[in-house]
């Protein structure tokens, strides 16, 4: 099968030496997007940051707990990001079915081998961290489907590709909501259709997928429950529905609580934030709040102004994400880079939107921000690719230029 | 833009299989470098919306509504908790403590916080009961009588647990889901049942008192929940001076609502002290020799089982001392109690020689329904002559009985025979037969002589007292007779099961209705405190020539902050005057000065050997016929000195003639008043 676009190779030393010029100083080893990298390094030190004063008395005698296990992560996962960034992603297309293979595995090793955390069972227990499947499987699903669309790139108009493609995300997504985790469910279903949709299939397919979306929707959330099959845990249904309802006054066992609690301490912040007098944080009223809350926890103690900046980090870590997108030197790079978008946006804008009340309880982290090691290696393994996506690219207009001019 | 030309490539292939698969051709549009860079375009238009709407709503919340999420921040996490305010204390009338209270520890159970009812909240009972020393059957009982009683409330299972039990309760909370320590007021009554109907007694505010429409809420509005007020007595009467304001302890709590700050707190406002009319040494005096009247009723095989008395200054209206007998400790209502143990102290006082008798919460002295016998004489007579339908000079009453118009005979007691007798001499030795004339001759008059008296002395009328349950008794007339028949005759066309009971029979006043009345018999219904205030009124008008004030009696003299600074002197001025013929006032308190002193005079055994020169006694015995048991014995007396005056009631039920049961009581308490010796004398007069 005749790949449309080769790796590109390194230059021939020969050719090199024939020229007689010195080798060029600026290799593409050393080369890394700065301001994505300026976006990366902001958001891992508010996180330390963050995480520090809210969770200084979560464990008895250890303040730093969290936020120096954080530190950890970050650290492991920038030297995973380096480590990426130095190979060439295209090579990675060859081994897309190990890959999908390896998505597949981590996540029924979840389920099979997994402990359970807060009512499910999303994270395998090693002595010093526990791995969560879902989170490495964005990254290996991200890798596969655009290895797949890549693969199908001359019947990207076929309904047969879009169907092959939203198959392949969708039998590890249905794993993963079965953990069940809803939101991480629903990021695999965000790539697949912004992978399909960069790739450029036909504007009807998207219009179909999200007909479908809606009918799948209305199955799941009214339908099903009326014959008695029960998709979605009754909790997650009442989070779902519960948003649709916010002036309720809920207590504490009630599903709009946490979002209620939520917003009263990120309204509470007001400009400039609350700092240590933080009543809201420190007295456990938002839950999850170095987690899947932490957003709260940044708007209640930094007010609009930290909650702006680490928006901000955030903008600069999409834009530069669509950026490489489009400077991708061929397809599989600028389909990986599609759906290192979806996932952050996604991840992002759902929530931040659950935090301020504007989207629905889904559970899904906020990357790089919430505590946890899958999730914030993940997340720097798909920014390492970003990065070996800009290198890749910035090497080939390296090589171009020289080889035009003679 | 370089770049996007590499990116470009691939979607050239995609355009060459169109012509590979045709079928698709017409319908899909080449994809160039505009569609990947509008794609990417509507990806980065998203993500802008999406940015866009996140900072409105982050505006919205943190710069337009912030002051509001502060607000309710706060709510959240800010609570007052109440510091109890001790309650004031009640002094007698020279500052000795009647009523104290003291702050102690309390362990409570907070129902609503109690493991599910089953196998983990009986072994909560068993762990705490092994802790405190109790049952935990006992514990049971005490938390579903507080739960019915207070339904909101902690309810508090036991008072001044040991230090070595709190420090177990504050260590080991997690073991004792539902229990807390938490500091209490209690009340202390140092003399126990002394005085105790009078005092009252407090309990926790209850919701229906709480609640806007009841009869209680203009009393308890703005108490906070939970606090002890006053029940009963002058507890319930002067509670809000009482009381005091709770103070406040503003903490900041967790989501789990341990508290996790501690703010300034606001003290609490002790509750003022009530300073009473009440003289300590008398009221003990007046308790011991109640108790020894009643002694004195059993030897003689009377039952005894109910008296009360109450000393008066007639001219003020202070209350020297009262007492009723039953009577009961309200030191166990402080206390928790379970229910059988509340039906108990309620209704089982505790009697002399370990009897046990009816009805102790009942102030004898102020709330009960007598007939009064012959102790409403005076009242007859001074009515009569101020009528002019008496000539105290015309000797009536000869003979041991009299048949009146219709044909029923009343007699003597004893059937004695007086002879035919003067006003004065006809009080002096209480002859029946005389006073069954006086009645009989003034039937008929318009207004009643006797009745019309009566009322201008507060008979059958409330006496303006500073206690929540005064009786108003009743003063038979023609017109309260016809009063009665109607109701009667209303009630029984519609009869309830208990019965009406306006009247025993519909018929009507008849002359023997008015000489019952004038020996203070039949309907009249009446208690210590009128007779009190009645005699109070002649002991006015003959210190004040003639002019009688009706006194308004009462027992609080002043409120006081707790230094002892008045803060407001109660004032209670006199209810009217009563004017009298000097010459017919000195008649019939001549008759009752020879009562006690002359020879024959009905208490003069009893106050044989009392300085009559120093300290002249005006006293009259009574005894009440009351159907189906024994009479009750009464005795009035008036000790009109000029700086220490004091009208003296005494009763006992079921306690034989007055001299025998009752007159010793007063002169123990006149003794202790007028620093005589104390002497107990029984009437051997087998009279009235």
């Given at each position: 099968?005749?790949?449309?676009?080769?790796?590109?190779?390194?230059?021939?030393p020969?050719?090199?030496?024939?020229?007689?010029?010195?080798?060029?100083?600026?290799?593409?080893?050393?080369?890394?997007?700065?301001?994505?990298?300026?976006?990366?390094?902001?958001?891992?030190?508010?996180?330390?940051?963050?995480?520090?004063?809210?969770?200084?008395?979560?464990?008895?005698?250890?303040?730093?707990?969290?936020?120096?296990?954080?530190?950890?992560?970050?650290?492991?996962?920038a030297?995973?990001?380096?480590v990426?960034?130095?190979?060439?992603?295209?090579?990675?297309?060859?081994?897309?079915?190990?890959?999908?293979?390896?998505?597949?595995?981590?996540?029924?090793?979840?389920?099979?081998?997994?402990?359970?955390?807060?009512?499910?069972?999303?994270?395998?227990?090693?002595?010093?961290?526990?791995f969560?499947?879902?989170?490495?499987?964005?990254?290996?699903?991200?890798?596969?489907?655009?290895?797949?669309?890549?693969?199908?790139?001359?019947?990207?108009?076929?309904?047969?590709?879009?169907?092959?493609?939203?198959?392949a995300?969708l039998?590890?997504?249905?794993?993963?909501?079965a953990?069940?985790?809803?939101?991480?469910?629903?990021?695999?279903?965000?790539?697949?259709?912004?992978?399909?949709?960069?790739?450029?299939?036909?504007?009807?397919?998207?219009?179909?997928?999200?007909?479908?979306?809606?009918?799948?929707?209305?199955?799941?959330?009214?339908?099903?429950?009326?014959?008695?099959?029960?998709?979605?845990?009754h909790?997650?249904?009442e989070?779902?529905?519960?948003?649709?309802?916010?002036?309720?006054?809920?207590?504490?066992?009630?599903?709009?609580?946490?979002?209620?609690?939520?917003?009263?301490?990120?309204?509470?912040?007001?400009?400039?934030?609350?700092?240590a007098?933080d009543?809201?944080?420190?007295?456990?009223?938002?839950p999850?709040?170095?987690?899947?809350?932490?957003?709260?926890s940044?708007?209640?103690?930094?007010?609009?102004?930290?909650?702006?900046?680490?928006l901000?980090?955030?903008?600069?870590?999409?834009?530069?994400?669509?950026?490489?997108?489009?400077?991708?030197k061929?397809?599989?790079?600028?389909?990986?880079?599609?759906?290192?978008?979806?996932?952050?946006?996604?991840?992002?804008?759902?929530?931040?939107?659950?935090?301020?009340?504007?989207?629905?309880?889904?559970g899904?982290?906020?990357?790089?921000?919430?505590?946890?090691?899958?999730?914030?290696?993940?997340?720097?393994?798909?920014?390492?690719?970003?990065?070996?996506?800009?290198?890749q690219?910035?090497?080939?207009?390296?090589?171009?230029?020289?080889?035009?001019?003679? | 833009?370089?770049?996007?030309?590499?990116?470009?490539?691939?979607?050239?292939?995609?355009?060459?299989?169109?012509?590979?698969?045709?079928?698709?051709?017409?319908?899909?549009?080449?994809?160039?470098?505009?569609?990947?860079?509008?794609?990417?375009?509507?990806?980065?238009?998203?993500?802008?919306?999406?940015?866009?709407?996140?900072?409105?709503?982050?505006?919205?919340?943190?710069?337009?509504s912030?002051?509001?999420?502060?607000?309710?921040?706060?709510?959240?996490?800010?609570?007052?908790?109440?510091?109890?305010?001790?309650?004031?204390?009640?002094?007698?009338?020279?500052?000795?403590?009647?009523?104290?209270?003291?702050?102690?520890?309390?362990?409570?159970?907070?129902?609503?916080?109690?493991?599910?009812?089953?196998?983990?909240?009986r072994?909560?009972?068993?762990?705490?009961?092994?802790?405190?020393?109790?049952?935990?059957?006992?514990?049971?009982?005490?938390?579903?009588?507080?739960?019915?009683?207070?339904?909101?409330?902690?309810v508090?299972?036991?008072?001044?647990?040991?230090?070595?039990?709190?420090?177990?309760?504050?260590?080991?909370?997690?073991?004792?889901?539902?229990?807390k320590?938490?500091?209490?007021?209690?009340?202390?009554?140092?003399?126990?049942?002394?005085?105790?109907?009078?005092?009252?007694?407090?309990?926790?505010v209850?919701?229906?008192?709480?609640e806007?429409?009841?009869?209680?809420?203009?009393?308890?509005?703005?108490?906070?929940?939970?606090?002890?007020?006053?029940?009963?007595?002058?507890e319930?009467?002067?509670?809000?001076?009482?009381?005091?304001?709770?103070?406040?302890?503003?903490v900041?709590?967790n989501?789990?609502?341990?508290?996790?700050?501690?703010?300034?707190?606001?003290?609490?406002?002790?509750?003022?002290?009530?300073?009473l009319?009440?003289?300590?040494?008398?009221?003990?005096e007046?308790?011991?020799a109640?108790?020894?009247g009643?002694?004195?009723?059993?030897?003689l095989?009377?039952?005894?089982?109910?008296?009360?008395?109450?000393?008066?200054?007639p001219?003020?209206?202070?209350?020297?001392?009262?007492?009723?007998?039953?009577?009961?400790?309200?030191?166990?209502?402080?206390?928790p109690?379970?229910?059988?143990?509340l039906?108990?102290?309620?209704?089982?006082?505790?009697?002399?020689?370990?009897?046990?008798?009816?009805?102790?919460?009942?102030?004898r002295?102020?709330e009960?329904?007598?007939?009064t016998?012959?102790?409403?004489?005076?009242?007859?007579?001074?009515?009569?002559?101020?009528?002019?339908?008496?000539?105290?000079?015309?000797?009536m009453?000869?003979?041991?009985?009299?048949?009146?118009?219709?044909?029923?005979?009343?007699?003597?007691?004893?059937?004695?025979?007086?002879?035919?007798?003067?006003?004065?001499?006809?009080?002096?030795?209480?002859?029946?037969?005389?006073?069954?004339?006086?009645?009989?001759?003034d039937n008929?008059?318009?207004?009643?002589?006797?009745q019309a008296?009566?009322?201008?002395?507060?008979?059958?009328?409330?006496?303006?007292?500073?206690?929540?349950?005064?009786?108003?008794?009743?003063?038979?007339?023609?017109?309260?007779?016809?009063?009665?028949?109607?109701?009667?005759?209303?009630?029984?066309?519609?009869?309830?099961?208990?019965?009406?009971?306006?009247?025993?029979?519909?018929?009507?006043?008849?002359?023997?209705?008015n000489?019952?009345?004038?020996?203070?018999?039949?309907?009249?219904?009446?208690?210590?405190?009128?007779?009190?205030?009645a005699?109070?009124?002649?002991?006015?008008?003959?210190?004040?020539?003639?002019?009688?004030?009706?006194?308004?009696?009462?027992?609080?003299?002043?409120?006081?902050?707790?230094?002892?600074?008045?803060?407001?002197?109660l004032?209670?001025?006199?209810?009217?005057?009563?004017?009298?013929?000097?010459?017919?006032?000195?008649?019939?308190?001549?008759?009752?000065?020879?009562?006690?002193?002359?020879?024959?005079?009905?208490?003069?055994d009893?106050?044989?050997?009392?300085?009559?020169?120093?300290?002249?006694?005006?006293?009259?015995?009574?005894?009440?016929?009351?159907?189906?048991?024994?009479?009750q014995?009464?005795?009035?007396?008036?000790?009109p000195?000029?700086?220490?005056?004091?009208?003296?009631?005494?009763?006992v039920?079921?306690?034989?003639?007055?001299?025998?049961?009752?007159?010793p009581?007063?002169?123990?308490?006149?003794?202790?008043?007028?620093?005589?010796?104390?002497?107990?004398?029984?009437?051997?007069?087998?009279d009235?």
């Amino acid at each position: 099968m005749p790949a449309p676009l080769s790796p590109i190779t390194a230059p021939e030393p020969s050719r090199r030496a024939q020229a007689g010029q010195p080798e060029p100083r600026t290799g593409p080893r050393l080369m890394l997007d700065p301001l994505l990298t300026l976006a990366v390094l902001g958001l891992g030190l508010c996180s330390v940051k963050i995480l520090g004063s809210v969770t200084s008395e979560a464990v008895a005698g250890q303040p730093n707990y969290y936020s120096e296990r954080q530190g950890i992560y970050l650290v492991i996962g920038a030297a995973l990001m380096l480590v990426v960034a130095r190979i060439d992603y295209a090579r990675l297309r060859q081994f897309k079915y190990w890959i999908y293979g390896a998505l597949l595995l981590s996540i029924v090793a979840v389920l099979g081998l997994g402990h359970g955390a807060n009512g499910s069972v999303r994270a395998i227990s090693f002595p010093l961290f526990s791995f969560q499947g879902s989170e490495l499987g964005k990254v290996f699903l991200i890798l596969a489907l655009a290895a797949l669309v890549v693969d199908r790139s001359r019947h990207l108009g076929e309904r047969e590709t879009t169907a092959r493609v939203m198959l392949a995300a969708l039998v590890p997504a249905m794993f993963v909501i079965a953990q069940p985790d809803l939101g991480s469910g629903l990021v695999y279903v965000a790539i697949a259709v912004t992978v399909l949709f960069v790739a450029g299939v036909p504007w009807r397919h998207l219009a179909g997928l999200v007909a479908l979306g809606a009918v799948a929707l209305a199955l799941v959330l009214g339908a099903a429950p009326a014959v008695g099959v029960h998709v979605l845990k009754h909790y997650e249904v009442e989070r779902l529905t519960a948003f649709l309802d916010p002036s309720k006054d809920y207590n504490s066992e009630q599903a709009g609580y946490q979002q209620q609690e939520s917003k009263i301490a990120i309204g509470a912040g007001q400009k400039t934030g609350t700092g240590a007098n933080d009543t809201q944080i420190k007295g456990n009223y938002v839950p999850e709040n170095n987690t899947d809350f932490v957003f709260a926890s940044i708007g209640s103690r930094y007010g609009f102004a930290g909650a702006a900046l680490v928006l901000s980090l955030y903008a600069l870590l999409i834009w530069r994400t669509l950026r490489i997108l489009t400077l991708s030197k061929d397809l599989f790079g600028a389909l990986v880079a599609g759906g290192v978008a979806a996932m952050l946006m996604f991840q992002v804008f759902v929530n931040v939107g659950v935090s301020i009340g504007i989207m629905p309880v889904t559970g899904v982290t906020l990357p790089l921000m919430s505590y946890g090691g899958s999730s914030v290696i993940a997340t720097l393994l798909a920014v390492g690719l970003l990065q070996s996506i800009y290198v890749q690219a910035r090497a080939a207009e390296a090589l171009k230029g020289r080889v035009l001019r003679p | 833009m370089n770049s996007l030309e590499r990116v470009r490539t691939p979607d050239r292939t995609g355009g060459h299989s169109l012509h590979e698969h045709p079928r698709f051709g017409q319908r899909v549009p080449p994809p160039g470098a505009s569609q990947l860079g509008l794609r990417v375009a509507i990806l980065g238009g998203v993500a802008l919306i999406m940015f866009g709407i996140i900072f409105f709503r982050l505006w919205y919340l943190q710069i337009l509504s912030g002051e509001q999420y502060v607000q309710q921040a706060a709510a959240n996490t800010l609570r007052d908790l109440p510091i109890v305010a001790p309650r004031g204390q009640i002094l007698d009338r020279e500052g000795n403590v009647l009523v104290t209270s003291r702050v102690t520890n309390a362990v409570q159970i907070v129902p609503s916080e109690l493991p599910p009812a089953g196998p983990g909240r009986r072994a909560l009972y068993r762990r705490l009961g092994g802790l405190l020393g109790m049952s935990p059957r006992r514990i049971v009982e005490i938390e579903e009588k507080g739960h019915k009683e207070v339904s909101y409330a902690p309810v508090t299972i036991k008072t001044d647990a040991g230090r070595g039990v709190l420090t177990v309760l504050g260590e080991r909370q997690d073991e004792y889901p539902g229990v807390k320590q938490e500091q209490v007021s209690v009340r202390r009554y140092p003399d126990g049942e002394m005085a105790a109907q009078m005092f009252g007694y407090v309990s926790q505010v209850t919701k229906e008192e709480k609640e806007p429409g009841t009869a209680l809420y203009p009393h308890f509005k703005g108490v906070e929940t939970g606090t002890m007020v006053g029940q009963e007595g002058l507890e319930y009467q002067y509670d809000r001076y009482l009381r005091g304001t709770p103070g406040v302890r503003p903490v900041e709590v967790n989501s789990e609502n341990q508290v996790v700050a501690n703010k300034p707190v606001t003290k609490p406002r002790v509750g003022y002290s009530l300073r009473l009319t009440l003289d300590l040494p008398l009221q003990r005096e007046g308790e011991v020799a109640l108790r020894k009247g009643m002694e004195l009723a059993r030897a003689l095989g009377h039952p005894g089982n109910g008296a009360a008395f109450l000393a008066m200054e007639p001219r003020s209206g202070q209350i020297l001392a009262s007492g009723s007998y039953p009577s009961f400790d309200p030191n166990r209502f402080v206390k928790p109690l379970t229910e059988s143990e509340l039906k108990e102290v309620e209704q089982i006082g505790k009697g002399v020689e370990g009897a046990r008798e009816p009805d102790p919460l009942l102030d004898r002295a102020t709330e009960g329904h007598y007939p009064t016998g012959s102790t409403f004489k005076p009242i007859t007579a001074i009515g009569s002559l101020e009528a002019g339908l008496l000539d105290p000079n015309v000797g009536m009453g000869a003979g041991s009985c009299i048949v009146a118009a219709g044909g029923q005979k009343f007699c003597n007691a004893g059937n004695n025979d007086y002879g035919a007798v003067g006003l004065v001499a006809a009080l002096k030795v209480s002859s029946d037969t005389y006073f069954f004339e006086v009645g009989e001759h003034d039937n008929g008059h318009n207004p009643p002589a006797i009745q019309a008296m009566a009322h201008k002395l507060g008979i059958g009328r409330p006496t303006g007292i500073d206690l929540p349950n005064e009786s108003e008794g009743v003063l038979p007339s023609p017109a309260w007779r016809e009063d009665q028949n109607r109701k009667q005759a209303k009630c029984l066309r519609h009869p309830p099961r208990v019965g009406c009971g306006y009247v025993a029979e519909i018929r009507p006043w008849e002359p023997g209705d008015n000489m019952d009345l004038a020996v203070g018999q039949g309907d009249l219904q009446t208690d210590p405190l009128q007779m009190a205030v009645a005699y109070s009124t002649l002991a006015n008008a003959f210190m004040g020539g003639g002019e009688g004030t009706v006194p308004t009696p009462h027992v609080g003299m002043a409120i006081e902050n707790p230094s002892g600074g008045i803060v407001q002197t109660l004032n209670f001025p006199p209810r009217r005057k009563v004017k009298f013929n000097d010459a017919n006032l000195n008649l019939v308190m001549e008759g009752i000065h020879d009562a006690t002193f002359e020879r024959g005079g009905t208490s003069a055994d009893v106050w044989s050997g009392w300085n009559q020169a120093k300290y002249p006694v005006y006293g009259k015995t009574g005894t009440a016929e009351r159907a189906g048991q024994v009479e009750q014995a009464w005795y009035m007396c008036i000790l009109p000195d000029a700086n220490r005056p004091i009208v003296i009631a005494v009763t006992v039920e079921q306690g034989g003639f007055g001299d025998q049961a009752a007159a010793p009581v007063a002169r123990l308490i006149a003794s202790k008043w007028f620093n005589q010796p104390l002497k107990l004398m029984s009437g051997s007069n087998a009279d009235h």
